[in-house]
């Protein structure tokens, strides 16, 4: 519990920056950005992207709160979920893509640029970074605790349950829908594309990043709905590994449309959007796969016992085993 407290609260510290940089701005304090950047588009996205950030400080206290526990699991699941697919790509391309882009001479990532300031990028991807750093470790050991699997695998002779069938269909779409997601992301971190049309060495190590956890969700995710057996790896690997395609998608879907052609959201080609859209539901499918194949996996409960209670005796006396008279009969108190 200690350390589980002391990482609730780095989490919190370190979600308080970009927290507050996004109340001034939405505010029109101009801090760290051009003024010429503020628009009535950009304020509801600041408040969107402001939203999320107090869902991730109410998840960091309820990962280490006794009504953690308690709440429904989708409660704490659902946007530690989401949360690992926005935060995982992004803080391994602010850390390891500015570490390659310093190392290989191709300058400082975090310079800043005429609409932001260089210490604005400091704040939210160094920031980014330590959340999906400290709220994963949270989550793990919350979820250690609540659900045992987690920590010591599932049983090793699996049988298929009812909903084996749907699985297997459900690993088949998403197959197709990560594989997709995968090449787009390898195609744009190599020739450019999309949103991305000359991306720099952490945009690169961000999509770079994007398509490999996809993948490999696929092949564990495949795994384990083919009826391999649920190992801490393959729970980890799939965990991530739906969540990078459904948070990008899912992202990606809302700009396009609630913020079409705003701050920071290009236009995008209907065919993008349309395959977008699939991604998103192919990531879906496979975690309501994965989900199904957990609930497969859940211990089966003893049947109760029809044999008859014991009956009650007196606090503090010992139960009366009775005595045998002369001619075998045993005495009976009255």
Known sequence: MPLRNRICLATV??????????????????????????????RAANVVTAALELVAIAVAVLLVRPAGRRVPAV?????????TGLLVPVGAGA?????????????NAFAGNDVLAGWVYVVVYVGFAAQAALLLTGFVLHARERWPVVAHGG???????????????????????????????????TVGGGPFTAPTTPQRVFLAVSAAAALAGAVATVGLLRGGRLTPARIAATWVGTAVPFS???????????????????ATHPAHAFLTLLVLLAALAGSVGAL??????????????????PRPTRR?????????APGGRTTVPR
């Open 316 to 324: 503090g006396s010992r139960p009366w085993r009775g005595r045998s």
């Open 95 to 107: 850390v390891l893509g500015a570490l390659l882009q310093g190392v290989t001479g191709g300058g």
């Open 155 to 189: 049983s090793p002779h699996h049988r298929a349950g009812g909903t084996s069938g749907l699985q297997r269909l459900l690993a088949g779409v998403l197959v197709a829908g990560t594989t997709t997601f995968a090449v787009q992301q390898v195609l744009w971190a």
């Open 13 to 42: 510290v370190a979600c308080l920056p970009y927290l507050l940089l996004k109340v001034a701005w939405v505010a029109g304090w101009g801090v760290g950005v051009a003024e010429e950047g503020f628009d009535d588009t950009t």
């Open 292 to 309: 199904l194949r957990f609930a497969d996996d859940r211990p089966a409960t003893a049947a109760p016992s029809r044999a008859a209670p």
């Open 75 to 83: 409660v704490v699941a659902l946007p530690a979920w989401v949360a």
């Open 248 to 266: 990008a998608a899912f992202l990606e879907t809302t700009k396009n449309v609630a913020i079409d052609e705003g701050w920071g959201a290009p």
